[in-house]
T-cell receptor, first 114, second 112 residues
Framework: EAQVTQNPRYLITVTGKKLTVTCSQNMNHEYMSWYRQDPGLGLRQIYYSMNVEVTDKGDVPEGYKVSRKEKRNFPLILESPSPNQTSLYFC?????????????FGEGSRLTVL | GESVGLHLPTLSVQEGDNSIINCAYS??????FIWYKQESGKGPQFIIDIRSNMDKRQGQRVTVLLNKTVKHLSLQIAATQPGDSAVYFCAENMTGGFKTIFGAGTRLFVKA
């Protein structure tokens, strides 16, 4: 089954404790992206990647890091989480780029930073 | 600044009626628009898309209309069903860009 898989789905952590949210897709998509979803603000892009070893900042990259060492994986790293990073996070992928077709989303990862 | 927004945050319709969800966009250079549906506890799912060289596109029970003159996008759902209850997002893609900008979303409630 074609899918985007995120882990963990739920996480409660404390300020400053490094964490990684993994994302994997099995559709051989070149483009991957991370979004955060907050009430009233819709989905805001954090980082995106056009292909292996190619990443770029989205609209809200501060406090986040990403890497794209393999085509299927695109982990989101919070080196020192803060309470304002409490949010619902979505990973998404598409075949080439957003202008060429739909984004496939994971089920989301709800993160709470205390 | 550039933004994609929705006219109504919530919409309540009777089962069997038609639903219309509206969206305004501000960047006339955008050339690709998408509607996504997000059910509770799930990620957004693609419903239908339209490119700027079209005014209308139909899918199964859904129709997207694009009015470039007033920068307006709408999603019409025919014979709305309880399973259509969700949050709907319009999304805008910029020419030559690799970012999708989403609106804040409209929550659709379907009354039985």
């Amino acid at each position: 089954e074609a899918q985007v898989t995120q882990n963990p789905r739920y996480l409660i952590t404390v300020t400053g404790k490094k964490l990684t949210v993994t994302c994997s897709q099995n559709m051989n998509h070149e483009y991957m992206s991370w979004y955060r979803q907050d009430p009233g603000l819709g989905l805001r892009q954090i980082y995106y990647s056009m292909n292996v070893e190619v990443t770029d900042k989205g609209d809200v990259p501060e406090g986040y890091k990403v890497s794209r060492k393999e085509k299927r994986n695109f982990p989101l790293i919070l080196e020192s989480p803060s309470p304002n990073q409490t949010s619902l996070y979505f990973c998404a992928s598409s075949f080439q780029g957003v202008n060429t077709g739909e984004l496939f989303f994971g089920e989301g990862s709800r993160l709470t930073v205390l | 600044g550039e933004s994609v927004g929705l006219h109504l945050p919530t919409l309540s319709v009777q089962e069997g009626d038609n639903s219309i969800i509206n969206c305004a966009y501000s960047n006339s250079a955008s050339d690709y628009f998408i509607w996504y549906k997000q059910e509770s506890g799930k990620g957004p799912q693609f419903i239908i898309d339209i490119r700027s060289n079209m005014d209308k596109r139909q899918g199964q029970r859904v129709t997207v209309l694009l009015n470039k003159t007033v920068k307006h996008l709408s999603l019409q759902i025919a014979a709305t069903q309880p399973g259509d209850s969700a949050v709907y997002f319009c999304a805008e893609n910029m020419t030559g860009g690799f970012k999708t900008i989403f609106g804040a979303g409209t929550r659709l409630f379907v009354k039985a």
